[in-house]
Protein backbone atom coordinates (compact mmCIF):
# COMPACT_ATOMS: atom_id res chain seq x y z
CA UNK A 1 0.00 0.00 0.00
CA UNK A 2 1.08 3.57 -0.76
CA UNK A 3 -0.14 7.61 -0.30
CA UNK A 4 1.46 9.82 -2.03
CA UNK A 5 0.53 13.66 -2.30
CA UNK A 6 1.76 16.73 -3.33
CA UNK A 7 -0.54 19.47 -2.44
CA UNK A 8 -1.02 22.82 -1.37
CA UNK A 9 -3.73 25.07 0.29
CA UNK A 10 -4.42 28.61 1.50
CA UNK A 11 -6.41 29.09 4.40
CA UNK A 12 -6.31 32.78 5.01
CA UNK A 13 -2.52 34.21 5.87
CA UNK A 14 -1.65 30.24 5.84
CA UNK A 15 -0.55 28.18 3.36
CA UNK A 16 0.22 24.36 3.09
CA UNK A 17 2.71 23.03 0.71
CA UNK A 18 3.60 19.55 1.12
CA UNK A 19 4.37 16.55 -0.72
CA UNK A 20 6.06 12.69 -0.21
CA UNK A 21 4.89 9.37 0.01
CA UNK A 22 3.75 7.17 2.99
CA UNK A 23 4.14 3.24 3.31
CA UNK A 24 2.67 0.97 6.25
CA UNK A 25 3.93 1.56 9.28
CA UNK A 26 3.26 4.26 11.68
CA UNK A 27 4.21 7.60 11.46
CA UNK A 28 4.46 10.90 13.40
CA UNK A 29 3.49 14.35 12.33
CA UNK A 30 5.24 16.75 14.36
CA UNK A 31 5.62 20.18 14.60
CA UNK A 32 4.21 23.78 16.26
CA UNK A 33 1.22 25.18 17.07
CA UNK A 34 -0.52 25.88 13.67
CA UNK A 35 2.04 24.39 11.68
CA UNK A 36 -0.13 22.54 9.24
CA UNK A 37 -0.44 19.24 10.62
CA UNK A 38 -4.28 18.88 10.82
CA UNK A 39 -4.74 20.55 7.88
CA UNK A 40 -2.53 18.30 5.62
CA UNK A 41 -4.04 15.28 7.73
CA UNK A 42 -7.62 16.88 6.46
CA UNK A 43 -6.01 16.67 2.85
CA UNK A 44 -4.77 13.23 3.15
CA UNK A 45 -7.97 11.74 4.61
CA UNK A 46 -9.92 13.37 1.83
CA UNK A 47 -11.57 15.50 4.27
CA UNK A 48 -10.21 18.45 2.89
CA UNK A 49 -9.76 19.79 -0.98
CA UNK A 50 -6.75 20.70 -1.70
CA UNK A 51 -6.33 24.06 -4.06
CA UNK A 52 -3.37 22.38 -6.14
CA UNK A 53 -2.30 18.52 -6.28
CA UNK A 54 -3.18 15.48 -5.17
CA UNK A 55 -3.54 12.48 -3.42
CA UNK A 56 -2.80 9.29 -4.69
CA UNK A 57 -3.99 5.75 -3.19
CA UNK A 58 -2.47 2.59 -4.25
CA UNK A 59 -3.75 -0.53 -2.56
CA UNK A 60 -5.96 1.35 0.25
CA UNK A 61 -9.29 0.19 0.28
CA UNK A 62 -10.35 2.14 3.25
CA UNK A 63 -9.34 5.33 4.98
CA UNK A 64 -10.66 6.72 8.60
CA UNK A 65 -9.48 10.52 10.11
CA UNK A 66 -10.19 10.17 14.04
CA UNK A 67 -9.21 13.47 16.12
CA UNK A 68 -11.97 13.39 18.48
CA UNK A 69 -15.19 11.47 19.27
CA UNK A 70 -17.73 13.71 20.93
CA UNK A 71 -20.36 11.14 22.04
CA UNK A 72 -23.66 11.98 23.86
CA UNK A 73 -23.34 11.62 27.56
CA UNK A 74 -25.53 8.34 28.11
CA UNK A 75 -24.01 7.06 25.06
CA UNK A 76 -22.19 3.27 26.63
CA UNK A 77 -18.66 2.97 25.99
CA UNK A 78 -19.40 -0.20 23.28
CA UNK A 79 -21.26 2.32 21.14
CA UNK A 80 -18.39 4.47 20.68
CA UNK A 81 -16.29 1.90 20.39
CA UNK A 82 -18.41 0.35 17.50
CA UNK A 83 -18.64 4.43 15.92
CA UNK A 84 -15.26 3.90 13.85
CA UNK A 85 -16.71 0.74 12.37
CA UNK A 86 -20.42 1.83 11.93
CA UNK A 87 -20.85 5.52 12.58
CA UNK A 88 -23.41 5.34 15.26
CA UNK A 89 -25.96 3.08 13.46
CA UNK A 90 -28.99 2.00 15.39
CA UNK A 91 -28.87 -1.50 14.35
CA UNK A 92 -27.79 -3.87 17.46
CA UNK A 93 -24.30 -4.80 17.78
CA UNK A 94 -23.84 -8.58 17.04
CA UNK A 95 -21.99 -11.18 19.53
CA UNK A 96 -19.51 -11.75 17.18
CA UNK A 97 -18.86 -7.85 16.44
CA UNK A 98 -18.76 -6.86 20.45
CA UNK A 99 -15.85 -9.63 20.42
CA UNK A 100 -13.91 -8.15 18.00
CA UNK A 101 -14.55 -4.45 19.70
CA UNK A 102 -13.76 -5.73 23.28
CA UNK A 103 -10.38 -7.54 21.53
CA UNK A 104 -9.49 -3.87 20.44
CA UNK A 105 -10.84 -2.15 23.55
CA UNK A 106 -8.69 -4.51 26.09
CA UNK A 107 -5.11 -3.49 23.88
CA UNK A 108 -5.91 -0.24 25.36
CA UNK A 109 -7.03 -1.21 28.92
CA UNK A 110 -10.79 -0.34 28.16
CA UNK A 111 -12.89 -2.71 27.84
CA UNK A 112 -14.06 -2.61 31.28
CA UNK A 113 -15.37 0.22 30.54
CA UNK A 114 -18.21 -1.10 27.72
CA UNK A 115 -21.11 -0.86 30.21
CA UNK A 116 -20.06 2.88 31.34
CA UNK A 117 -22.29 5.69 30.14
CA UNK A 118 -19.33 8.20 27.99
CA UNK A 119 -20.70 11.03 30.90
CA UNK A 120 -19.01 9.05 33.63
CA UNK A 121 -15.71 8.58 31.79
CA UNK A 122 -12.47 10.16 32.81
CA UNK A 123 -10.35 12.77 29.90
CA UNK A 124 -7.83 9.80 29.84
CA UNK A 125 -10.58 6.64 29.62
CA UNK A 126 -12.70 8.57 26.77
CA UNK A 127 -9.23 9.17 24.97
CA UNK A 128 -8.16 5.50 24.91
CA UNK A 129 -11.97 4.70 23.84
CA UNK A 130 -11.59 6.99 21.30
CA UNK A 131 -8.38 5.19 20.00
CA UNK A 132 -9.66 1.53 20.52
CA UNK A 133 -13.21 2.94 18.00
CA UNK A 134 -9.79 3.90 15.56
CA UNK A 135 -8.51 0.40 15.49
CA UNK A 136 -11.70 -1.42 15.61
CA UNK A 137 -12.63 0.58 12.01
CA UNK A 138 -10.30 -1.48 10.92
CA UNK A 139 -8.86 0.74 8.36
CA UNK A 140 -5.88 0.47 5.62
CA UNK A 141 -5.66 3.98 6.36
CA UNK A 142 -5.59 5.77 9.61
CA UNK A 143 -5.02 9.22 10.52
CA UNK A 144 -5.19 9.76 14.09
CA UNK A 145 -4.92 13.65 15.08
CA UNK A 146 -3.36 13.93 18.51
CA UNK A 147 -4.33 10.53 20.06
CA UNK A 148 -2.67 11.33 23.46
CA UNK A 149 -4.41 14.00 24.31
CA UNK A 150 -5.46 13.65 28.03
CA UNK A 151 -3.22 10.84 28.61
CA UNK A 152 -0.13 10.20 31.02
CA UNK A 153 3.19 9.02 29.90
CA UNK A 154 2.60 5.45 30.71
CA UNK A 155 -0.45 5.45 28.37
CA UNK A 156 1.13 7.49 26.00
CA UNK A 157 4.09 4.71 25.44
CA UNK A 158 1.25 2.23 25.44
CA UNK A 159 -1.15 3.83 23.19
CA UNK A 160 1.75 4.22 20.69
CA UNK A 161 3.27 0.84 20.83
CA UNK A 162 -0.38 -0.73 19.84
CA UNK A 163 -0.55 1.67 17.05
CA UNK A 164 3.32 0.51 15.97
CA UNK A 165 1.88 -3.45 16.16
CA UNK A 166 -1.08 -2.20 14.52
CA UNK A 167 0.24 -0.23 11.73
CA UNK A 168 2.44 -3.64 10.52
CA UNK A 169 0.17 -4.05 7.33
CA UNK A 170 -1.39 -0.35 7.26
CA UNK A 171 -0.35 2.77 7.03
CA UNK A 172 -0.76 4.85 10.41
CA UNK A 173 -0.32 8.55 10.65
CA UNK A 174 -1.07 10.59 13.93
CA UNK A 175 0.37 14.04 14.70
CA UNK A 176 1.59 14.95 18.27
CA UNK A 177 3.11 17.43 20.29
CA UNK A 178 5.26 14.55 22.81
CA UNK A 179 8.70 13.64 22.32
CA UNK A 180 8.97 11.51 24.26
CA UNK A 181 6.89 8.58 22.08
CA UNK A 182 9.20 9.05 19.26
CA UNK A 183 10.99 6.50 19.43
CA UNK A 184 7.73 4.19 19.09
CA UNK A 185 7.14 5.16 14.94
CA UNK A 186 9.03 4.04 11.96
CA UNK A 187 9.23 7.85 10.62
CA UNK A 188 8.86 11.54 11.53
CA UNK A 189 7.21 13.99 9.47
CA UNK A 190 8.77 17.79 10.58
CA UNK A 191 6.37 20.29 9.66
CA UNK A 192 7.24 24.28 10.08
CA UNK A 193 4.99 26.78 8.79
CA UNK A 194 2.98 24.99 6.23
CA UNK A 195 5.97 23.20 4.79
CA UNK A 196 7.53 19.01 5.83
CA UNK A 197 10.82 20.60 6.56
CA UNK A 198 12.78 17.40 7.49
CA UNK A 199 11.67 13.22 7.34
CA UNK A 200 13.71 10.26 8.84
CA UNK A 201 14.12 7.86 11.80
CA UNK A 202 13.48 8.97 15.37
CA UNK A 203 17.28 7.97 16.27
CA UNK A 204 18.13 10.85 13.73
CA UNK A 205 15.88 13.41 14.43
CA UNK A 206 17.84 16.21 16.79
CA UNK A 207 16.10 18.79 15.42
CA UNK A 208 14.84 20.92 16.63
CA UNK A 209 14.23 19.37 19.97
CA UNK A 210 17.22 20.78 22.15
CA UNK A 211 16.51 19.18 25.54
CA UNK A 212 12.63 19.81 25.14
CA UNK A 213 9.77 17.44 25.72
CA UNK A 214 7.55 19.16 23.06
CA UNK A 215 7.66 18.74 19.51
N1 LIG B 1 -10.67 27.78 7.88
C1 LIG B 1 -9.55 28.46 8.13
N2 LIG B 1 -9.42 29.77 7.79
C2 LIG B 1 -8.28 30.43 8.02
N3 LIG B 1 -7.19 29.89 8.58
C3 LIG B 1 -7.27 28.60 8.94
C4 LIG B 1 -8.43 27.81 8.74
N4 LIG B 1 -8.20 26.56 9.19
C5 LIG B 1 -6.93 26.56 9.67
N5 LIG B 1 -6.38 27.79 9.52
C6 LIG B 1 -5.02 28.18 9.90
O1 LIG B 1 -4.12 27.30 9.27
C7 LIG B 1 -2.96 27.13 10.09
C8 LIG B 1 -2.66 25.65 10.24
O2 LIG B 1 -3.65 25.05 11.06
P1 LIG B 1 -3.57 23.51 11.50
O3 LIG B 1 -4.79 23.24 12.32
O4 LIG B 1 -3.34 22.69 10.30
O5 LIG B 1 -2.27 23.51 12.41
P2 LIG B 1 -1.70 22.38 13.39
O6 LIG B 1 -0.25 22.21 13.06
O7 LIG B 1 -2.56 21.18 13.35
O8 LIG B 1 -1.83 23.12 14.79
P3 LIG B 1 -2.04 22.57 16.30
O9 LIG B 1 -0.75 21.93 16.73
O10 LIG B 1 -2.32 23.84 17.06
O11 LIG B 1 -3.22 21.65 16.30
C9 LIG B 1 -3.25 27.86 11.40
O12 LIG B 1 -2.61 29.10 11.38
C10 LIG B 1 -4.76 28.02 11.38
O13 LIG B 1 -5.17 29.19 12.09
Not at 48 to 72: A, C, E, N, T
Not at 143 to 172: C, F
Amino acid sequence: MLVKFEVEKRLGDFLLSAAGELAEGLRCIVGPNGSGKTTLMKILAGLMKPDKGHVSMFGVRSVVYISDLPSPPDVLGIDVLAAGRTRFSKKPISEEEEETLLKYAELLGVAQLARRRWGTLSGGERQRLVVAAALAAEADFLLLDEPLSNLHGDWRKRVMETLRNYARQRIVVVTTHHGDVLDCCAEILAMREGKLMWRGPPSEYTWPIDGKCDV
